[in-house]
């Protein structure tokens, strides 16, 4: 794992062209709240419902605030796994470069969070970012299945970063 900074793995290719439509290996799922007169429950994981190689090693929360981006960025191996519930909405963008993926060349553009509680892998090479376009913080639940900066965080940091580049294909407006 390699921190690249603003390189990136794209830069010798001429800038890819993008269309609305599914990105292989990205899985949305619903997430049900059950309630009941204490307030909810919503399971965010489940081992049987990931195959093993993009289970969680790790978790964190982070908060966006109104008008705050996060990314867009990918990375080499690390899988990300979202919960986004609430309580702001965030528009989630992903695009898929990978030259060997039947879905190159496809982005998705998608509300998640308070009025669409969704999970969201998204497999390494994808390139993804979020929005916060509403009025109150939102929080995303993530869960990767790298360790951040690898065992002890004695390892690069596995990220490529593409938000500080100007001429970046990847916009999220």
């Known amino acids: 794992m390699v921190h690249r900074g603003t390189m990136?793995?794209?830069?010798?290719?001429?800038?890819p062209q993008f269309v609305e439509g599914p990105i292989d290996g990205v899985v949305f799922r619903a997430l049900e709240p059950h309630t009941?007169?204490?307030?909810w429950l919503v399971e965010v994981f489940r081992a049987d419902e990931l195959p093993a190689e993009n289970r969680p090693a790790m978790a964190?929360?982070?908060q966006t605030l109104p008008g705050a981006s996060r990314g867009p960025h990918e990375h080499v191996e690390q899988d990300d796994y979202f919960a986004i519930l609430g309580p702001g909405d965030l528009i989630l963008y992903l695009w898929d470069p990978r030259p060997n993926s039947p879905t190159q060349g496809h982005r998705i553009k998608r509300?998640?969070?308070q009025s669409s509680p969704q999970s969201?892998?998204?497999p390494a090479g994808v390139v993804h970012g979020y929005r916060n376009a509403?009025?109150?913080?939102?929080?995303?639940?993530?869960l990767p299945n790298r360790l951040y900066a690898g065992q002890g965080r004695q390892e690069?940091?596995?990220?490529?970063r593409h938000e500080e580049r100007a001429d970046s294909v990847y916009r999220m407006d």
């Open 120 to 122: 969201v892998l998204v």
């Open 8 to 15: 990136s793995i794209h830069e010798t290719k001429p800038a």
């Open 60 to 62: 964190y929360v982070s």
């Open 111 to 113: 509300i998640v969070g």
């Open 134 to 142: 509403g009025v109150v913080p939102a929080w995303v639940f993530s």
């Open 36 to 39: 009941d007169p204490r307030g």
């Open 156 to 160: 690069p940091v596995d990220e490529i």
